[in-house]
């Protein structure tokens, strides 16, 4: 997970949920200092969350942000802050396969086990 320490410091998160053509699903995470956790950027006040999370999609991750949809915009609650949670979808032939080091595409279950430390708001069923 990451630590919010300062309003300053407020960040937003999100995932893509991949649809495989065999008909399963991963999930974008990221891994940091050998833990897992969502992809998430610092929020920054010239933009909306939702730039926020497309810019760190699109340029971080090196998604084709022309091809993913959003399907749930909830809040989770982490050390006390609320931090945007953007959920979007693609499907796997509109997707690099490969992703930069820290990204990778993970199964629900991993997914899952990351979310369950969020208290979200009105819990997606993905």
Sequence with gaps: MFEVKQLSDKKVAGTVILHLEDGS?????????????????????????????????????????????????????????????FVFESQEHQQWEELPNQYYWAEAQTFREIIQGMDIEGMPFF
């Design 25 to 85: 699903k991963r999930f974008l995470i990221r891994t940091m200092n050998n833990q897992l956790a969502l992809a998430f950027t610092n929020f920054s006040e010239e933009q909306t969350g939702l730039a926020n999370i497309l810019q760190l999609l699109k340029e971080d991750v090196d998604l084709d942000i022309e091809n993913i949809r959003l399907v749930e915009l909830t809040n989770g609650q982490i050390y006390d802050n609320n931090v945007p949670l």
